[in-house]
């Protein structure tokens, strides 16, 4: 027997650029989908991602964050909203807000963020212009569950890029979203074939495929 698919719901606040990667593969259109969008959500109402949710025939809504004196009755507002629609996962999608501790022990492991850096380092923002800083040799992303401190929760996936002599914050940053399109829509689809459980704040992936080697940058002679 199939299993049912997996409700979710993605929350935005900007052009959607990772939505769109989402809508690519469990959309409306597509078929056999694990997954089903049953709400896009933004706290801006000029957000692009909204008519790029629109455009699939996803059911949208905005939660204004300017309408509310504070964050709890914003993240209450979004949950009640949330809620309507059945979700059984919400996932952060370049949300720009902080969500309270309550908001997020009423999530406890069924929401989801995708965070351009490889995770536990540079939380944060300006990820890239500090991995180039640091003089790293490996970037990339990451997708864990959310916990109350930022940027910080189980583990999901990660997907890596090799930083260049010549990069720029820019330039890695494309190469860095280019991976968030992918890894994203994967992580997403282990979470709804059941294969991901968290035991002692790890998540732990039943099976999947695991990538071997070692990985060098630069190459050897």
Same mark, same amino acid.
């Given at each position: 027997?199939?299993?049912?698919?997996?409700?979710?719901?993605?929350?935005?606040?900007?052009?959607?650029?990772?939505?769109?990667?989402?809508?690519?593969?469990?959309?409306?259109?597509?078929?056999?989908?694990?997954?089903?969008?049953?709400?896009?959500?933004?706290?801006?109402?000029?957000?692009?991602?909204?008519?790029?949710?629109?455009?699939?025939?996803?059911?949208?809504?905005?939660?204004?964050?300017?309408?509310?004196?504070?964050?709890?009755?914003? =993240?209450?507002?979004?949950?009640?909203?949330? @809620?309507?629609?059945? !979700? $059984?996962?919400?996932?952060?999608?370049?949300? +720009? #807000? *902080?969500?309270?501790?309550?908001?997020?022990?009423?999530?406890?492991?069924?929401?989801?963020?995708?965070?351009?850096?490889?995770?536990?380092?540079?939380?944060?923002?300006?990820?890239?212009?500090?991995?180039?800083?640091?003089?790293?040799?490996?970037?990339?992303?990451?997708?864990?569950?959310?916990?109350?401190?930022?940027?910080?929760?189980?583990?999901?996936?990660?997907?890596?890029?090799?930083?260049?002599?010549? =990069?720029?914050?820019?330039?890695?940053?494309? @190469?860095?979203?280019? !991976? $968030?399109?992918?890894?994203?829509?994967?992580? +997403? #689809? *282990?979470?709804?074939?059941?294969?991901?459980?968290?035991?002692?704040?790890?998540?732990?992936?039943?099976?999947?495929?695991?990538?071997?080697?070692?990985?060098?940058?630069?190459?050897?002679?």
């Amino acid at each position: 027997m199939s299993r049912p698919k997996l409700k979710i719901a993605i929350l935005i606040s900007g052009r959607g650029s990772n939505l769109q990667a989402l809508i690519d593969q469990f959309g409306p259109q597509v078929a056999n989908s694990p997954i089903e969008i049953v709400l896009v959500l933004s706290n801006r109402p000029d957000a692009f991602g909204l008519t790029r949710a629109e455009r699939a025939g996803i059911p949208t809504v905005t939660v204004d964050h300017k309408a509310f004196a504070d964050r709890a009755g914003f =993240d209450g507002a979004m949950d009640a909203a949330i @809620r309507k629609t059945g !979700a $059984e996962l919400v996932v952060l999608a370049g949300f +720009l #807000r *902080l969500l309270t501790d309550g908001f997020i022990a009423g999530w406890h492991d069924k929401l989801v963020n995708i965070h351009p850096a490889l995770l536990p380092s540079f939380k944060g923002l300006h990820t890239h212009a500090r991995a180039l800083e640091a003089g790293v040799r490996f970037h990339g992303c990451t997708v864990h569950f959310v916990r109350p401190d930022m940027d910080t929760g189980p583990i999901i996936a990660q997907a890596v890029v090799p930083v260049r002599p010549d =990069d720029t914050e820019n330039s890695l940053g494309l @190469r860095v979203l280019a !991976a $968030e399109h992918r890894l994203f829509p994967q992580a +997403l #689809r *282990l979470i709804a074939e059941g294969k991901v459980r968290v035991e002692n704040e790890r998540a732990i992936i039943d099976d999947a495929a695991f990538a071997g080697g070692i990985l060098y940058n630069p190459l050897g002679a």
